[in-house]
């Protein structure tokens, strides 16, 4: 589609004009995204989660976070101690994104707190915070959607899309997410213990 088609099409909507100065929060934004992957890329859990820190996110103590993520809006990113973020996750903080103690995100986890409404005329974004409970575990590849909660103790197999909130101590699976399991409610372990802090 060219120029004028694209502006026939905003005049016939009635919105702005396509092509707008970009404000200020877009151009902040836009810094902290970047810098944000270049954190991620940095060697040693110490270093990033340093750089995350000074970008305003709460991060506990003796948790790790490995390499290649992707973080959306850390200043509202919270992740509690001994808890570990395995590589590549995306966790987008936008709207509210809080992470308990010893949860483990297994590699290329995402989680999601924005969409769009895609019923919008104008693809309107909305969203709502996610909040995961202490020891829960998010399988490889998992995808959490907006406003989701996840239980304490609660289990997301590899590769599940979740779409509403999971019980405690239930397991689930599949797309949509569904219980496939219960999980054993006496959990002792102390996921610190397992950080490489040289990775
Ligand atoms: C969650 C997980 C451990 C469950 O494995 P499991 O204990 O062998 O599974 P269960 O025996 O409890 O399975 C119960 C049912 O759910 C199904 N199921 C298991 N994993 C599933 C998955 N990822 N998606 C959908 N269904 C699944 C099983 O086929 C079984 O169905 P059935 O009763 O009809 O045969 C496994 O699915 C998983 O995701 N592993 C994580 C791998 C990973 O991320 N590794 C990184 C480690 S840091």
Not at 42 to 55: D, E, M, Q, S
Not at 131 to 138: D, E, L, M, S, V
Not at 139 to 153: H, K, N, W, Y
């Amino acid at each position: 589609m060219n120029v004028a088609e694209k502006n026939i099409i905003n005049i016939v909507q009635d919105e702005e004009p396509a092509v707008v100065a970009m404000p200020f929060d877009k151009l902040k934004g836009s810094f902290i995204y970047i810098i944000c992957g270049v954190i991620g890329r940095l060697p040693f859990h110490a270093l990033r989660i340093l750089g995350l820190r000074i970008l305003k996110a709460k991060i506990g103590k003796r948790t790790g976070i490995y390499r290649g993520f992707e973080v959306r809006r850390p200043r509202f990113l919270t992740i509690g101690n001994s808890s570990v973020v395995g590589h590549g996750a995306l966790l987008d903080a936008r709207c509210g994104l809080t992470i308990g103690d010893n949860v483990n995100l297994s590699n290329e986890v995402m989680i999601w707190t924005l969409h769009h409404d895609y019923n919008d005329r104008n693809f309107a974004q909305t969203g709502a915070p996610v909040i995961i409970g202490n020891y829960a575990w998010i399988c490889s590849r998992a995808i959490i959607l907006p406003g989701v909660t996840i239980g304490e103790g609660a289990v997301v197999a590899a590769g599940a899309v979740v779409a509403r909130d999971v019980a405690p101590y239930t397991v689930v699976g599949g797309v949509p997410a569904k219980p496939i399991a219960k999980r054993n409610e006496h959990l002792t372990y102390d996921l610190g213990d397992a950080i490489i802090p040289i990775i």
